[in-house]
């Protein structure tokens, strides 16, 4: 199946290096030479950040610099998904260089790059379906408040297109829940459902800009099945959601001490008789890897917070060293189980990003998991104050041809230490059983 980049509403994504062959002059509009997209200030660049501006550079003008004493949207307007609907294009087959800026060591697609895309196009979508197309009214604040779950359905190669699909399939009173789908095909009229490679659910808050209070979203109005199907889904998601932390606080009260206690009794063996544990288990203290670093004004967004796709780059590059480390051989990654942000992260910040391995699962002998938590503090040490920022969740098992290699590879049993340790565990264990239960098994252990 080969992508058309002609066909409507699909955006070409192309290569942000200087091609040494080219000798091309300054794009120009209506033969008035324009200021390049590169010198927009408040802008992460990419090459699906510098596509999606120059496709709605209006849109994003007015929320770098929106009008003096401007009024908010006055009244909200119902919209379809199909009104949001965007798809880009990446044109690996014949753009070299862009393929050299995705490619990883093993000739698929970068997945921390991958995952800043995802967030820039979801973050534009949900743009398009907050806007009301009145130049004087003050545009809503959006920002990303959590990822329910990307699916790695098969692996990415860079050698062929790839196609990203999305639009917003869900709406609450300041929310949106944003849908996208990652299509790539090696066989001539493959059907959508078998070109599928990955999926992923942004929710998007909406705040004012000056007050700073939660802002209405336009409603939206699905229109096919389909439509529908994915609305009423998202809406039992949010619902399950706000439930969430009630439910865990019941759970903690009715007899969360036995499960603790168990998950420590082996924690204590390390602890007090290290010679006499088990040689197959390992502290999860002892798997923890951490990554510093100042956060740069190149690093920023079009409201001059850092862009939260970045985060995900350095958080999933940082879970991917440690069960690398951890493994002793080459990770794969699965899945993205959860991310919050919790709060942003402004220019200037000292952020510091931990990693462990959380626990591991053992069902599939072939495909053994490796669940990694990754959390960023902002930290100020002039205030002597450690906030968290953002708390992300991924899944790894091991390329199979790396261990084909190694007979003896046995993913260690994680044990926990302290008290904290065993519930961050026992936390994650629930709400992977809790999506389970819901009907979002892994695929990739069908």
């Known amino acids: 199946m080969e992508f058309n980049s002609s066909s409507p509403g699909t955006i070409p994504v192309v290569s942000t290096l200087t091609n040494p062959f080219d000798d091309n002059s300054l794009a120009c509009d209506n033969g008035q030479a324009r200021k390049p997209i590169a010198f927009w200030p408040g802008m992460y660049h990419s090459p699906v950040t510098n596509a999606l501006w120059e496709t709605r550079p209006k849109t994003f003008e007015r929320l770098l610099d ?9 009244e909200l307007l119902t919209r379809t998904p199909r009104q949001s609907r965007t ?58 408040a959590s990822v329910d779950k990307i699916v790695l359905k ?74 529908k199907l994915l609305f009423e889904e998202a809406e039992a998601r949010s619902k399950l959601r706000k439930r969430k932390n009630v439910e865990e606080k019941k759970e903690i009260q009715n007899g969360e001490v036995n499960r603790l206690e168990a998950l420590l009794a082996e924690g204590r063996i390390f602890c007090d008789m290290p010679a006499l544990a088990d040689r197959n288990s390992i502290l999860l203290r002892d798997t923890c890897l951490e990554n510093s670093l100042i956060c740069q004004p190149q690093q920023r967004n079009i409201h001059g917070r850092i862009f939260g796709g970045f985060l995900m780059h350095r958080a999933f590059e940082l879970a991917f060293s440690t069960a690398y480390a951890f493994a002793g051989l080459v990770p794969y990654f699965l899945e993205v189980d959860h991310v919050d942000f919790l709060r942003p992260v402004d220019v200037g910040d000292f952020l510091r990003i931990k990693s462990c391995v959380l626990y591991t699962e053992h069902e599939n002998s072939e495909k053994p998991l490796i669940n990694i938590e990754v959390v960023a503090h902002v930290t100020r040490p002039e205030l002597r104050s450690s906030e968290v920022s953002n708390t992300f969740h991924f899944t790894f098992t091991v390329r199979p041809e790396a261990k084909a290699k190694d007979n003896g590879f046995r993913i260690r049993k994680v044990v926990p230490a302290t008290e904290e340790e065993a519930r961050s565990i026992l936390e994650r264990m629930d709400a992977e059983s809790m999506q389970s239960s819901k009907g979002k098994k892994r695929r990739y252990l069908a």
């Open 66 to 74: 929106p009008p003096k004493d401007a009024t908010p949207q006055g």
């Open 87 to 144: 798809s880009i294009l990446y044109g690996f087959s014949t753009d070299y260089i862009l393929r050299e800026q995705y490619r990883d060591p093993w000739n698929e697609v970068r997945i921390g790059k991958l995952l800043e895309d995802l967030d820039a196009l979801a973050g534009t979508i949900s743009v398009k379906h907050c806007s009301d197309d009145d130049s004087t009214t003050r545009p809503p604040l959006l920002v990303t």
């Open 154 to 227: 098969k692996p990415i190669s860079v050698n062929v297109d790839l196609k990203i699909v999305g639009s917003a399939i869900w709406v609450g009173r300041s929310s949106i829940e944003v849908q996208l789908e990652v299509i790539q095909s090696t066989e001539e009229g493959s059907d959508t459902s078998d070109s599928e490679a990955l999926t992923a659910n942004f929710i998007f808050v909406a705040r004012d800009s000056k007050t700073g209070k939660a802002a209405p979203v336009n409603r939206l109005s699905p229109e096919t099945e389909t439509e």
